[in-house]
């Protein structure tokens, strides 16, 4: 008999706290867990030298929907026609491109050759110009033909001043001028040459926010 009112108690006890968890857990509801939404499509245009950088984001950011273009200019009036929402190019936008709500993010700042008249060289071709560079001697020998009559400044502003017909100048991606005129090493087949090309990603002020993901890991992780 003693043992029975005992487990009746028990029972009883077990049954109150059960009672009182009840309770206590619906006055404090756990917090809904939200459904993470995918970043937003990002068609982004690009012209043929930029074609393993758009292809890396692309793998990396399932938003990045590449758009290849005949070449810079193309992609840059897609850009500004709305028809992208931003561009990875290899060059720097021209003065005639500019816009007041035009915006850029320099993923890397190499090498390029500027000239007094725009034009094209075969690569093979490089050594039988003269180059000014303000640039490090290993940087520019790992970019030009060896034999290359190559003169270095330590002055830049001065190396721009002498700067004439006879000369190129080899200079970094964030020097070019809009106004600066490129002279483009090309393969024999007549395509630019990557290595004097940079990957320059345009979009439009009023993007920003729809990228702002995407430009914060570029600007991190360069």
Known sequence: MHNAIQHKKFFTAVVFCVMILTIILGCNPQPEQTIQQPPPEIRMGYCPTMHPYVQN??????EVIPVLYDNSAAAMQALQAGAVQAILIGRTAWAHELTTDLRLLLMSDGLTLIVQQPGFIRYEDVPKIRIFTHEDPAAVQSLIPIQTNVVYYDDFEQMIAEMDASVAVLLRWSQVSPTDNLLIPV????????????????????????????????????
């Open 187 to 222: 393969d024999p087949s007549g395509l630019k040459t990557p290595a004097f090309r940079s990957p320059h990603l345009y979009y439009m002020a009023p993007m920003e926010e729809t990228l702002t993901s995407l430009l914060t890991t570029l600007s991190t992780n360069p």
């Open 57 to 62: 984001l692309a793998e990396s950011h399932q």
